[in-house]
């Protein structure tokens, strides 16, 4: 089953793709600030593992134009938080176990909204992006299990994943992607162990 699903905001509409295979094993809400190419590729690996993929945009089409708009934690937050809530009372999703997946720039986001919804998101994963602008508060109150994979490029995010490491009290655990290493195979064994399914 594949629907597309629409948040309206007031700096424009917000679009989401649920893709339910049948009897999934659980929900993995993918969250962009826009679509990226690999999204489609990430999307079918997940889905052949058994998973439901709720493929999210964070940003509205006005809003990707501006390159800042990445940056404000908060708004793609509490955008996230919207997305839960609609999770929560959505019949095809709501009695599903969620993991979320995050990369870039809604890494420090989605952690925020993770420690927000602590009962909610089982278990979270994230692919690049600096950690500590989630803030001191909600790396201390964040409980899920967090997977931080960088590429071998990225020392900035690295080093902010440092930064942030000290202030975290669940369990996380980082790994370097090696060249041409798919970051699907980590996430998917990350979700596995935590999903419990």
């Not at 998101?121 to 909600?138: E, N, P, T, W, Y």
């Amino acid at each position: 089953m594949i629907r597309t699903i629409t948040l309206h905001t007031p700096h424009g509409p917000l679009h989401a793709q649920l893709d339910r295979p049948d009897s999934p094993r659980g929900l993995v809400l993918l969250a962009r600030a826009h679509h990226a190419a690999v999204d489609s590729f990430i999307t079918a690996n997940l889905a052949a593992r058994g998973y439901a993929i709720l493929s999210v945009e964070l940003l509205s089409t006005q809003e990707a134009h501006f390159s800042d708009a990445t940056q404000n934690v908060p708004r793609l937050a509490q955008r996230l938080i919207d997305f839960l809530d609609l999770i929560r009372h959505d019949g095809d999703m709501e009695d599903l176990p969620l993991a979320v997946f995050a990369s870039g720039d809604t890494t420090p986001a989605a952690i925020r909204a993770a420690a927000q919804r602590d009962t909610q998101i089982k278990v979270l994963a994230c692919h690049g992006g600096i950690a500590d602008r989630a803030g001191l508060q909600s790396l201390q109150l964040l409980s899920a299990p967090l997977l931080m994979l960088f590429d071998a490029d990225d020392s900035i995010g690295r080093t902010a994943f440092q930064r942030a490491a000290a202030h975290l009290g669940c369990s996380h655990e980082t790994h370097v992607l090696g060249s041409g290493e798919d970051p699907v195979l980590r996430v998917a064994a990350w979700l596995s162990a935590y999903l419990g399914r």
